[in-house]
């Protein structure tokens, strides 16, 4: 069960929260986080969606909602480790982009953190990745170009 802090249109905290799965109202928002990790060679972190989220099987970065009485950042950091097991270093990560989706109902921040790790160091979350690949610029563009990104992160050019 997760309860996000709501926010209004202008990012203001309404000092109310949300309970997830229930329909936000009208003119409520919330927070959401997506998080693009670079390696030290460049290569960009991919995860592959689990077959029963929408978008099945597709790739995209981690991510996801904040948690009530978080900040952007820390919902970023709490989101790979849930994720893909991995503990960021706050030092490392750059806020690059945040824009209000009406359509959604949030306010989407987009991090990119500079940590190297191995994949093996990894552990997916069951439920939510079924995969996870270090992938160059130029294959994570190809991976969108044939459909194989989720949708939503048509931005991913920012992060380089």
């Known amino acids: 069960m997760e309860i996000w802090d709501i926010y209004d249109k202008n990012r203001t905290k309404t000092n109310r929260t949300h309970l997830r799965g229930t329909p936000l109202a009208s003119g409520d928002y919330h927070i959401v986080v997506h998080v693009w990790i670079r390696n030290k060679k460049g290569e960009i ?21 904040i948690l009530a009485g978080e900040n952007s950042l820390e919902g970023a950091i709490r989101e790979v480790k849930e994720e893909i097991g991995i503990t960021l270093s706050k030092s490392n990560g750059k806020l690059i982009k945040s824009e209000r989706r009406d359509v959604c ?9 500079n940590q190297s790790f191995e994949i093996t160091e990894t552990a997916l979350q069951e439920n939510e990745v079924i995969d996870i690949q270090w992938v160059t610029k130029s294959e994570l563009e190809s991976r969108y170009h044939s459909n194989y990104i989720v949708p ?4 991913f050019k920012l992060i380089f």
Do not use: A, M, Q, V
């Open 45 to 65: 972190l991919l995860t592959k969606r689990h077959p029963d989220k929408p978008h099945p099987h597709l790739w995209e970065c981690p991510g996801g909602s």
């Open 105 to 113: 109902n949030d306010f989407c921040d987009i991090w990119l953190f």
């Open 152 to 155: 939503t992160l048509s931005y």
